[in-house]
């Protein structure tokens, strides 16, 4: 496939002991919000998208299938931003590549000096906007983003509302987001996932 086109994903018959199977394609700039009761399995579901959890049926990026690619390279382009950030140096800078242009800081909300930072300083909500524009400054085909804006106040979760949906615009990712605010659900979502007593159906944007 060519590089500059966008990659489809697509899940035939995904399932696991907690999930009824069910299938989707989600096409290259599209955000599904997944939602549901806590302890439904949107995290789970999420790590087996990234090929970091056992399940049923298949997942396939374009002509890839999952299960014939080694996890490492798997990861390397279904990129899963967790919950909670691990950093595994002192230094924010360690982080992110060598070359890294640090104008996207200020689009979300940080000082223009957060890479010269020590990781052990930053507040939930600065971990979790550096763990984002980290998971953003290497290459990537897929988003997965696990309550990318579960830390943060009002105005700072619409910052970072508009810089995701602004880069997933232009690198035309498909994106499953996991989320638990009806109102970022109604800002964000091209199409919405619910799980429900381990059923997976898909809602109509804007119809509760
Ligand atoms: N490694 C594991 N082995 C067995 N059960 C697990 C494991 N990890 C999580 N669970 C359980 O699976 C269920 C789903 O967990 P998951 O983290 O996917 O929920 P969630 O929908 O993301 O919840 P929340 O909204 O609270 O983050 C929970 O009951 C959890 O305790």
Not at 34 to 63: C, F, N, Y
Not at 112 to 130: C, F, H, N, P, T
Not at 155 to 171: D, F, P
Request: proline share 5%; aromatic share 6%.
């Amino acid at each position: 496939m060519n590089a500059s086109q966008p990659s489809i994903l697509r899940l035939q018959q995904l399932g696991s002991a907690l999930l009824q199977p069910f299938s989707l394609n989600l096409r290259g700039g599209e955000i599904c919000c997944l939602t549901g009761t806590s302890g439904s399995g949107k995290s789970r579901l999420l790590r087996a998208l990234a090929d970091l959890e056992p399940h049923q049926g298949e997942v396939w990026l374009d002509d890839q299938n999952q299960q014939q690619t080694p996890a490492h390279l798997w990861r390397l382009q279904v990129r899963l931003v967790p919950a909670e950030s691990q950093w595994w140096s002192d230094e924010v800078a360690d982080h992110f590549p060598a070359d890294y242009d640090p104008e996207d800081l200020k689009a979300l909300g940080l000082s223009s000096d957060a890479m010269e930072w020590q990781v052990s300083r930053l507040s939930s909500g600065e971990k979790q906007r550096l763990a984002l524009l980290r998971a953003l400054a290497f290459p990537l085909k897929v988003l997965l983003l696990d309550e990318p804006t579960a830390n943060l106040d009002p105005a700072t979760t619409l910052r970072v509302e508009h810089w995701l949906k602004q880069q997933i615009a232009r690198h035309r990712w498909p994106v499953v987001w996991v989320a638990h605010d009806r109102e970022q659900v109604q800002r964000v979502a091209d199409l919405e996932l619910v799980i429900q007593d381990g059923e997976v159906q898909e809602m109509l944007i804007g119809s509760d």
